[in-house]
T-cell receptor
Framework: NAGVTQTPKFRVLKTGQSMTLLCAQDMNHEYMYWYRQDPGMGLRLIHYSVGEGTTAKGEVPDGYNVSRLKKQNFLLGLESAAPSQTSVYFC?????????FGNGTRLTVT | DQQVKQNSPSLSVQEGRISILNCDYTNSMFDYFLWYKKYPAEGPTFLISISSIKDKNEDGRFTVFLNKSAKHLSLHIVPSQPGDSAVYFCAASIPEKLVFGKGTKLTVNP
């Protein structure tokens, strides 16, 4: 039982490049989330999904897109990366209002 | 507008003493509150929670207190151990979403 798995663990992008972060959960949870963590800013919600085929904006959605084509996967896309998107990204899934987090993806945009 | 506030960025205590971490919230619609613990290079892990219909919840060395009239909650760790050194995030929930504070870095000195 792996829980929540994020790939990749690290990535360096140049400004303007695109990439997709993958999150997979094996707990059959309906809800999934993407957060970013920046120094002094805590965890901020980017997008979330309440079930397969659904997505919704969080508090910092600009510059990101998401898709939830399968219940177990939640993808976060950056179409044109900017230095302001340098951050650690955490995916989570939830059951009974308790979030289970992956170990994060550290993204650097130069 | 920050809905969940942890006003102390850091806290240092001696091993064996009590650690008290504080959290304030502004949105009276929050009905469930959680504390998460985070070690470097790992995802946050759930620690303890409390429903808004309660004012106290205990789990071993960890106790969370909720004062709804003051919109304030606190986490008590007794006795504190060096392994408790981590960043602690307070989170408040409405259905579908969790809002996090900026975190408090706890250091427990041997």
């Amino acid at each position: 039982n792996a829980g929540v798995t994020q790939t990749p663990k690290f990535r360096v992008l140049k400004t303007g490049q695109s990439m997709t972060l993958l999150c997979a959960q094996d707990m059959n949870h309906e809800y999934m989330y993407w957060y970013r963590q920046d120094p002094g800013m805590g965890l901020r919600l980017i997008h979330y999904s309440v079930g397969e085929g659904t997505t919704a904006k969080g508090e910092v959605p600009d510059g990101y897109n998401v898709s939830r084509l399968k219940k177990q996967n939640f993808l976060l896309g950056l179409e044109s990366a900017a230095p302001s998107q340098t951050s650690v990204y955490f995916c989570a899934s939830s059951s009974a209002r308790r979030l289970h987090f992956g170990n994060g993806t550290r993204l650097t945009v130069t | 507008d920050q809905q969940v506030k942890q006003n102390s960025p850091s806290l240092s205590v001696q091993e064996g003493r009590i650690s008290i971490l504080n959290c304030d919230y502004t949105n009276s619609m929050f009905d469930y509150f959680l504390w998460y613990k985070k070690y470097p290079a790992e995802g946050p892990t759930f620690l303890i929670s409390i429903s808004s219909i309660k004012d106290k919840n205990e789990d071993g060395r960890f106790t969370v207190f909720l004062n709804k009239s003051a919109k304030h909650l606190s986490l008590h760790i007794v006795p504190s151990q060096p392994g408790d050194s981590a960043v602690y995030f307070c989170a408040a929930s409405i259905p579908e979403k969790l809002v996090f504070g900026k975190g408090t870095k706890l250091t427990v000195n041997p």
